[in-house]
């Protein structure tokens, strides 16, 4: 016998239709069990015997409806709304809901916690991951396919991924899994590629298929999940970037997100930041957080976006 099939399991699952639809008929609560409604009326006796107070009201209109005096149920969550729900969560409260001091991470841990260990063990480890100021438009991966990666991370063991490199484009690649960063509400898979013999970063949101392999993937000793996707994101773009700032570098970091580029001191006033971008007027408007004086050494392309900005800024003031 299944879980879905025992009795126990039936009866808590007509306990939660019970309480999402007060008044519903035995006819509709034996379709959503898929059994007799002899069966279901079996269902709600096995309950009234636990000492939960199902009322019922004979008629046109009645039906079953929850007393007064119930203590709360039993948390019934499927893996993929236990992970949903965690990491809505981490999209949507992004400060510290990975911290069980905090009162919606606190409320979130009680959840876990009362959960089998099949539902809570996958969320729990999504749930160590942390999200912050989500960008427009980035997309939640699947709740299923992160919990795969963020196990296959953390049991050590190689992936045969489908990946979505462009719609209608999808590509096979074996990788060893090392982490799942989420920044800025994007999720991100660091990996080695075996398929290409190179560091990868992923987007979870174009995994298409998850095929977990008998073989052992150790990520490096060194690894810093949040260093390798910073450096990922602020490098090997097409144009070259090199900005002298008149402050001293730990000034510039407050200003200045790591994906931006590499901050190194010239001196004790001074930071370069190197980098490199495919959107130069996009990545002036990025420097006009820098309050401080500074000078576009490189690339032409990002001089002149900075002068179009300026002209647009001036002819806006006058």
Same mark, same amino acid.
């Given at each position: 016998?299944?879980?879905?099939?025992?009795?126990?399991?039936?009866?808590?699952?007509?306990?939660?239709?019970?309480?999402?639809?007060?008044?519903?008929?035995?006819?509709?609560?034996?379709?959503?069990?898929?059994?007799?409604?002899?069966?279901?009326?079996?269902?709600?006796?096995? +309950?009234?015997?636990?000492?939960?107070?199902?009322?019922?009201?004979?008629? @046109?209109?009645?039906?079953?409806?929850?007393?007064?005096?119930?203590?709360?149920?039993?948390?019934?969550?499927?893996?993929?709304?236990?992970?949903?729900?965690?990491?809505?969560?981490?999209?949507?409260?992004?400060?510290?809901?990975?911290?069980?001091?905090?009162?919606?991470?606190?409320? $979130?841990?009680?959840? $876990?916690?009362?959960?089998?260990?099949?539902?809570?063990?996958?969320?729990?480890?999504?749930?160590?991951?942390?999200?912050?100021?989500?960008?427009?438009?980035? @997309?939640?991966?699947?709740?299923?396919?992160?919990?795969?990666?963020?196990?296959?991370?953390?049991?050590?063991?190689?992936?045969?991924?489908?990946?979505?490199?462009?719609?209608?484009?999808?590509?096979?690649?074996?990788?060893?899994?090392?982490?799942?960063?989420?920044?800025?509400?994007?999720?991100? +898979?660091?990996?080695?590629?075996?398929?290409?013999?190179?560091?990868?970063? !992923?987007?979870?949101?174009?995994?298409?298929?998850?095929?977990?392999?008998?073989?052992?993937?150790?990520?490096?000793?060194?690894?810093?999940?949040?260093?390798?996707?910073?450096?990922?994101?602020?490098?090997?773009?097409?144009?070259?970037?090199?900005?002298?700032?008149?402050?001293?570098?730990?000034?510039?970091?407050?200003?200045?997100?790591?994906?931006?580029?590499? @901050?190194?001191?010239?001196?004790?006033?001074?930071?370069?930041?190197?980098?490199?971008?495919?959107?130069?007027?996009?990545?002036?408007?990025? +420097?006009?957080?820098?309050?401080?004086?500074?000078?576009?050494?490189?690339?032409?392309?990002?001089?002149?976006?900075?002068?179009? !900005?300026?002209? @647009?800024?001036?002819?806006?003031?006058?």
């Amino acid at each position: 016998m299944t879980h879905d099939e025992s009795p126990t399991a039936r009866a808590l699952l007509l306990l939660e239709l019970i309480q999402s639809s007060p008044g519903i008929t035995a006819e509709r609560l034996a379709g959503r069990l898929g059994v007799s409604e002899r069966a279901a009326r079996r269902y709600v006796g096995i +309950l009234r015997e636990a000492g939960i107070p199902i009322e019922s009201e004979r008629g @046109r209109y009645g039906g079953y409806r929850i007393g007064r005096g119930l203590r709360l149920p039993p948390l019934m969550f499927t893996q993929a709304e236990a992970l949903g729900l965690v990491m809505a969560v981490l999209d949507g409260h992004h400060d510290n809901a990975a911290d069980p001091a905090d009162s919606v991470g606190g409320a $979130l841990g009680k959840i $876990l916690r009362v959960l089998p260990e099949a539902v809570a063990g996958p969320a729990a480890a999504v749930r160590s991951l942390s999200a912050r100021h989500p960008e427009p438009g980035a @997309r939640t991966p699947s709740p299923e396919t992160t919990a795969d990666l963020v196990q296959a991370c953390a049991g050590r063991r190689r992936l045969r991924l489908g990946y979505r490199v462009r719609p209608g484009d999808e590509r096979i690649m074996e990788v060893d899994p090392w982490a799942v960063v989420v920044r800025r509400g994007r999720w991100y +898979l660091l990996c080695w590629s075996h398929t290409r013999n190179a560091r990868r970063v !992923l987007r979870v949101d174009k995994v298409a298929g998850v095929e977990v392999l008998d073989v052992p993937a150790v990520p490096p000793p060194d690894l810093d999940p949040a260093e390798m996707l910073e450096d990922h994101l602020s490098a090997g773009w097409r144009h070259q970037v090199e900005v002298v700032v008149d402050a001293p570098a730990e000034a510039v970091a407050e200003w200045v997100p790591r994906s931006l580029g590499r @901050r190194e001191p010239i001196d004790a006033t001074t930071t370069r930041l190197v980098g490199s971008t495919d959107e130069p007027d996009w990545y002036v408007r990025q +420097l006009t957080a820098i309050r401080a004086p500074f000078r576009i050494v490189g690339s032409r392309e990002l001089r002149e976006a900075a002068e179009a !900005l300026g002209r @647009r800024l001036l002819q806006a003031g006058s």
